[in-house]
């Protein structure tokens, strides 16, 4: 059963990061800010592809302990842990040297979504085999 | 009448050199200055030094400080508590756009130097004595600032802190 699980969230975890990488590049291009020190390549890859193998772990778990429902239960809860996520890019400090902390949400908050859509994207793959 | 003439020009270039002598030397602020504040939440740095700094360690009576930071530069290193800082209730940058210090006496003492002087913030001008240090071309100075006394949202005197330890660290070239 993690077998499947396993592959989804590899496979979301790439895709995730692909489309993380894409977005920061265009954010950080449009508004000449510059946070690599913080999010960079290596950091969206590491970021997404665990937060996916975590949505992974947690799928496999709603499915064992979960019989009625579980679909829905499980969409419900990754949407809502999403949405909690934001108060992290709201609330850090970053360090005194990166300029503009103003802009850091904008850069992070869409792309605290990216592991659950990229999930929700390929789910009619794993869940029709 | 000419043995007088050499006689006062010889008093006025005496009088003229002395005056060079009071002169103090006139200090550029480098790029590299550090102000920052801490309070422990918020705690900062302010950019946007600028100013006139003359010091002479041998001729303090001729040395004066006239130097300001725009509030609008203040990084907590999060952009919420910045624009927090930055509103009406706090620092009100729009209205009070400049944090001032302006010296009135220098002296020396055992651990450095003391500017005793006026400090201009949220409209408020108050008297503080700026201990510092002058060494290998860079001021080093700390103060503790209570907002209060600035009446920076004195309606909730419990959030954040009150008193900001402020470390000002100013290089400088000729």
């Known amino acids: 059963m993690f077998k499947k699980d396993f592959t989804h969230g590899i496979i979301a975890g790439i895709l995730a990061s692909i489309a993380g990488i894409i977005y920061s590049h265009v954010y950080l291009f449009a508004n000449e800010a510059d946070f690599s020190k913080i999010v960079n390549l290596f950091s969206i890859i590491g970021a997404n592809m665990a937060a996916c193998i975590l949505i992974a772990f947690l799928h496999t778990a709603f499915v064992k302990w979960i019989r009625k429902n579980t679909e829905i239960f499980f969409n419900l809860t990754l949407s809502v842990l999403s949405f909690a996520l934001i108060v992290i890019p709201v609330s850090i400090t970053l360090p005194l040297n990166i300029e503009f902390p103003e802009l850091f949400p904008g850069l992070v908050i869409p792309m605290l979504f990216y592991p659950s859509i990229a999930w929700f994207v390929i789910n009619p793959i794993f869940s029709n085999q | ?174």
């Open chain 2, 1 to 174: 009448m000419k043995r007088h003439f050499y006689a006062f020009a010889a008093i006025f270039i005496f009088f003229a050199s002395a005056f060079t002598v009071f002169q103090s030397v006139d200090w550029k602020i480098a790029d590299s200055y550090s102000i920052k504040f801490d309070g422990g939440d918020p705690s900062g740095e302010f950019k946007g030094l600028k100013g006139s700094i003359s010091f002479d360690p041998n001729n303090l009576k001729a040395s004066r400080f006239d130097v300001s930071i725009e509030v609008a530069t203040i990084n907590t290193g999060n952009g919420m508590k910045n624009t927090h800082a930055k509103s009406e209730k706090w620092l009100d940058a729009e209205k009070y756009p400049l944090i001032s210090f302006t010296s009135k006496e220098i002296t020396k003492v055992a651990s450095g130097y003391e500017a005793k002087g006026t400090l201009n913030m949220h409209g408020v001008q108050k008297d503080i004595t700026l201990p510092f240090t002058f060494d290998k071309d860079i001021f080093t100075g700390s103060i503790s600032v209570n907002r209060m006394d600035y009446n920076i949202n004195t309606a909730e005197p419990n959030h954040g802190a009150q008193i900001m330890k402020v470390d000002i660290q100013v290089p400088v070239t000729k």
